[in-house]
C-alpha cells in the first residue's frame, strides 16, 4: 500500500505542500515583487476558499490563477478536483509540477494568465479560483469579463482598494468604469476578509474574498445584453475618463459624435446631460450604449463634423 493511500490524501497532500515550502527557503529563494509575490499562508483560510468553490464538478473544472507555493492546488488535489494551475513563475511551475505528481487531475502549466486559452481547461465552463497579483488584478478581471460565457464561477482574492471598487454602489467615490464593466456580466458578493498576516510575505494592505457568478440572460434582448461589448466598454470608459465633468463633457472628449447629438440621446433615455458618470446604474451605460450604437456606425462620424 503507498503512502498516499494509507496516510489519506488530505495527509498526503499537507505533507507534500509542507515539503514544497521547504525546499523553497531551502534554495533560498525571495518572494519577487515584480510578480506581485505574496503566498498565502494560512490554511484554515485556504480552505474556506476552497470550500467556496463546491464540490468538484466534472462538468466545471478549476482554473487557478497563480498558485505560487500551491495553498489552495493541495487542498484541490486531496478533495478530488480536476484543475489546471497557471503560474508565471518558471521555477515554481516546475516544483509544483514535480510534487503534485501523485495527483494527475491537477495540471501545473507555466504560463502568462493573460494570454492563456481557457479552452485549455474546458471546453464550456470552468470555475476560477486564485489569489490575483495587485499589478494585474483589474486586467485579469477584465479577461474574465470577456469570458463570462465560459466561467461558471469565480472565487478570487484582491487587495482591499480593488475589492472595494467592485462592490461600489452609483454615487460613491470607489465606483468606477472598472465596477461597472464587471456588473454587467457578474453578481459580485463578499465573502471574507483576508488579513495581511495570512500572507508570507505580508503585503502593505489586507485583501478580500470576492465571488463573481454570472449573471442570468436577459429576456427578450433587454439593455443590459447588449451584444457590442466593445463599444460598451468603449462608452464606459469614455464616461469615466474625466470624472471631474460632466456626462455630456467626458463623453463628447472621447467619443466620435458631436455634442448635440450626445445630449439628445442622453435627454431621450432620460439622462440628465449635466449628471456624472459615477452616479449612473451599469444598466443605464447598457442602454446608452445601445443608443449610441447606430451614431457611430454612420459614415463620416469619425470626422467629428
Known sequence: MSAQTAAGPGDAAARAASDLRARYRAAGI???????????????????IVAELGPPDPASPILEIGPG????TF????????????????RLGDWLAEALAPWPRVEVITADIRLFPLERVA?????????????LTSEILLRLKRESAR?????????????????ARPGSRAYSSLT????????????????????????????AILRLDPLAPTPGGAPTAFARRDLLERVVR????????????????????????????LRALDLDPSRRAETLAPADFARLAAALAVEI?????????
Open 238 to 265: 469614455a464616461g469615466f475618463a474625466q470624472r471631474r465633468k460632466t456626462l455630456a463633457s467626458s463623453l463628447a472628449a472621447e467619443l466620435p459624435i458631436p455634442r448635440p447629438r450626445l445630449e439628445a440621446h
Open 69 to 72: 507555493l500551491g495553498a489552495l
Open 75 to 90: 487542498l484541490l488535489a486531496a478533495a478530488g478536483h480536476a484543475a489546471v494551475a497557471v503560474e508565471i513563475d518558471p
Open 151 to 167: 466561467v461558471a464561477s469565480a472565487v478570487v482574492m484582491m487587495q482591499d482598494e480593488v475589492a472595494a471598487r467592485l462592490l
Open 30 to 48: 525571495r518572494p519577487a515583487k515584480r510578480l506581485g509575490q505574496h503566498f498565502l499562508a494560512d490554511l484554515n483560510l485556504a480552505r474556506k
Open 180 to 207: 461597472v464593466a464587471l456588473a454587467l456580466d457578474f453578481a459580485i458578493t463578499s465573502a471574507f476578509r483576508v488579513p495581511r498576516q495570512a500572507f508570507w510575505p505580508a503585503p502593505d494592505v489586507d485583501s
Open 123 to 135: 471546453a464550456s465552463r470552468l470555475r476560477v479560483v486564485g489569489n490575483l497579483p495587485y499589478y
Open 297 to 305: 456606425a454612420l459614415p463620416g462620424v469619425e470626422e467629428r463634423s
